[in-house]
């Protein structure tokens, strides 16, 4: 018997290895100093770290009571930060809902990110799994990492508050970031923007991020969808994503096709990793999905204004749909596909009953459903026109859990 052997030999060049700052590996950055802050070195101080115990690892992590809150970093110069890591205890749906972490850029008050703590690190629905992708990483489901980078002129301020009626025994943690001795005008402050709609609005698309006036890019999202049971266990995802850029008004520059679509599968929607696209949450019991998407490779830059929304549209067999319509259950038939053709039937001002369909096939209808997504963008100003994050107990009724 013989073996047909086949090889691709893949060469690197090191011209193309390069750090976060765009120099060489091997090149000296005399712009930059690296610090940590953790527990055991608060804000990074030079030369201050591991004081406590004579060196024997004497705090490593720290507490949070009920009500508190409790600070990451807290520093009065320019700087950027390259990576966070914090893992904690309690590590249930309601904890890291109940959890917000909150980011402050050049001593402003108002929060450029506040966002519930594990959607925030890329946890959807408060599903704690193991993944890793370009942004965001849980290595075996027990911690949270960020390597996003955070950019900030005259100041940072990072804190955890605990909005819960319990005590966080437990958080370790540390936020690695670099002083900078010259500031470019260029870069850009980081941002996100959380939001929950228990019930979606029919024939309403729901906001990933709403209206955002300024200059920036979009960098993303991650999207949790806990899906209506008065669907049974159809389809939720065909509505399209759209992203309006500066005069966008009615219709948007950017317009996809369907929302496993928007992650970069097809045909429904399965658990899967990828460096910019994925699903860390594909559950047909719980019905509950959770994915995302990163535009690294794909830049999507706004020079005034950005707004990304997601239809409420779903799927299934015409005869399926119309058992749930007549069952009560809250939706608006939009289109047929059948073998003879596609039928579109959707307008303001009636609503097709489907139990007197001719055509039948695949029907796609608005829904209303459980979700809730965090936007990550940066802008050119340290904070944004968008509202404040929604109440502790908004956020977090409701959670379904495996039993």
């Not at 011209?15 to 953790?38: A, C, F, Q, T, V």
């Not at 402050?104 to 629905?125: M, R």
């Not at 005008?185 to 996100?192: C, I």
């Not at 409420?312 to 073998?339: F, H, M, N, R």
Request: charge should be neutral; glycine fraction near 8%.
């Amino acid at each position: 018997m013989v073996f047909a052997l086949t090889a691709t030999i893949i060469f690197y060049s090191c011209n193309e290895e390069k750090n976060n700052n765009g120099n060489h590996l091997y090149e000296y950055d005399n712009n930059i100093s690296p610090r940590w802050s953790s527990p055991e070195n608060m804000n990074g101080a030079e030369a201050a770290g591991g004081k406590e115990n004579n060196t024997a690892k004497g705090h490593a992590f720290d507490s949070i009571a009920a009500g508190a809150t409790y600070k990451l970093l807290d520093i009065k110069n320019a700087g950027i930060i390259n990576r966070m890591w914090i893992t904690i205890n309690d590590r249930s749906p309601e904890m890291l809902r109940a959890l917000k972490i909150e980011m402050f850029w050049d001593g402003v008050d108002k929060p450029a990110v506040s966002v519930p703590f594990g959607d925030f690190f890329g946890v959807g629905l408060g599903q704690t799994t193991a993944f890793q992708n370009a942004l965001f990483a849980n290595a075996e489901g027990r911690s949270f990492n960020c390597f996003i980078q955070m950019p900030f002129k005259r100041g940072a301020k990072i804190q955890v508050v605990n909005e819960s009626s319990k005590t966080l025994q437990l958080i370790f943690f540390d936020v690695d970031y670099s002083t900078l001795k010259n500031w470019n005008d260029d870069y850009l402050y980081f941002h996100a923007y959380w939001q929950r709609d228990t019930a979606t609005t029919l024939a309403a698309d729901y906001e990933i991020l709403p209206q955002l006036q300024g200059k920036g890019r979009f960098l993303g999202t991650n999207i949790g969808v806990a899906a209506n049971p008065l669907y049974r266990k159809s389809w939720f995802g065909e509505g399209e994503i759209k992203i309006y850029v500066d005069a966008d008004k009615a219709y948007p520059t950017l317009n996809g096709t369907g929302t496993e679509d928007y992650i970069g599968t097809a045909w429904g929607q399965g658990k899967f990793i990828n460096n910019y696209t994925g699903c860390s949450i594909a559950d047909d019991s719980l019905l509950q999905w959770a994915f995302y998407r990163y535009h690294i490779p794909d830049p999507v830059f706004f020079k005034t204004a950005c707004r990304v929304t997601m239809q409420q549209i779903g799927g299934d067999g015409t005869d399926s749909v119309a058992a749930y319509q007549q069952e009560g259950a809250p939706l608006i038939p939009v289109t047929t596909a059948t073998e003879k053709g596609f039928y579109m039937f959707y307008t303001k001002d009636s609503i097709v009953q489907l139990a007197n369909a001719t055509h039948k096939g695949w029907t796609n209808f608005y829904r209303s459903d459980d979700v809730s997504a965090v936007a990550y963008f940066y802008l050119d100003k340290p904070t944004s026109n968008l509202k404040p994050l929604q109440g502790m107990a908004y956020r977090t009724a409701k959670l379904r859990t495996r039993k």
